[in-house]
């Protein structure tokens, strides 16, 4: 890969893991497009921060996703991990300071929930209810 590329395209090719990212210390990468891949989990999103100069990541477009984005705070956690992006998902970031972004909590949405075991939903909507009724 030469280091003056500066637009990445990977959109659509089942990619599971961002570790390559790790040896890319010195590219010029500046928008990365990894929209309708298999990456499951936020911390993925953590190996994209050598890429310095990377400016804009989708990892959503239109109809394409990852199954990581159906994380309630995921956009929080694409803040906090890549505070050099301006872009994310073709939106602007309005907050470039990563204090002013609070730690991700991962915590499956409704759509996730909707696939846990059986056992595991009741489980969590348990959890739900206790935790609404002593508030």
Do not use: W
């Not at 500066?6 to 090719?13: F, M, Q």
């Not at 990212?21 to 010029?28: A, E, G, K, N, V």
Request: charged share 20%.
């Amino acid at each position: 890969m030469s280091h003056s590329l500066k637009e990445l395209i990977l959109s659509h090719n089942r990619i599971t893991s961002l570790a390559y990212f790790r040896d890319l210390l010195d590219s010029h990468i500046e928008i990365l497009d990894l929209n309708d891949n298999y990456i499951g989990e936020l911390k993925e999103i953590q190996t994209l921060n050598s890429l310095k100069r990377l400016d804009s990541i989708i990892f959503q477009f239109k109809q394409g996703s990852n199954p990581m984005c159906d994380f309630e705070n995921y956009s929080d956690a694409v803040r906090m991990y890549l505070p050099q992006a301006t872009k994310i998902d073709g939106h602007d970031v309005y907050s470039k300071n990563p204090k002013a972004v609070s730690a991700p909590v991962i915590k499956p949405s409704l759509k996730q929930q909707e696939n846990l075991h059986p056992n595991l939903a009741v489980q969590t909507a348990q959890r739900t209810v206790t935790t609404a009724a002593t508030s």
